[in-house]
């Protein structure tokens, strides 16, 4: 069971209220990494915390990482709406996979994911969930601006259709 604590749901509505604040209003924001290069194929980076994560011939790639952060930043927000909304996830999965072009131009040409949810709540709670996720997520609709990405929603084994 994916369970939010009081604490959390409070910040998550304090979150919430500063972001429709910026809607009304063009806000713009920094963000900031550091990626140090190690031996071999190993680097290391670090964010805003003292939190790091790395890369080398024996862990994720550069591109399982940059793919990842779709499913993490869309984690985010169905955290973000269901703790406030009161929607009860039991789990929550998403895979992504991407196809790549790998002569140059190199790039990404195609992401799909897949968000698989197990939860009592009705499917159009869920899907209005998914589309908020999506729809808020900055690595998705940043992609969707380089390469087509599309998602589809399943609920408790159902597939119930494509995330806009």
Request: with cysteine; proline share 4%.
């Amino acid at each position: 069971m994916v369970t939010f604590s009081a604490e959390f749901i409070e910040k998550m509505r304090k979150r919430l209220k500063k972001y429709e604040e910026a809607d009304r209003s063009e806000v713009m924001a920094k963000i900031r990494v550091v990626v140090d290069k190690l031996d071999d194929l190993a680097s290391v980076a670090r964010g805003r915390s003292q939190n790091t994560w790395h890369t080398d011939e024996n862990g994720p790639s550069p591109l399982e990482y940059f793919i990842s952060a779709l499913g993490m930043c869309q984690c985010v927000y169905y955290a973000e709406y269901a703790a406030v909304s009161g929607i009860k996830l039991e789990s929550l999965t998403i895979e992504i996979k991407g196809d790549f072009r790998v002569t140059r131009p190199r790039s990404l040409k195609k992401i799909e994911y897949t968000v698989f949810i197990q939860s009592p709540e009705k499917p159009d709670v869920i899907k209005e969930l998914a589309q908020k996720a999506a729809a808020d997520c900055y690595v998705t609709q940043t992609l969707k601006k380089a390469c087509e990405v599309g998602g589809r929603l399943i609920l408790n084994g159902i597939d119930i259709g494509e995330i806009p």
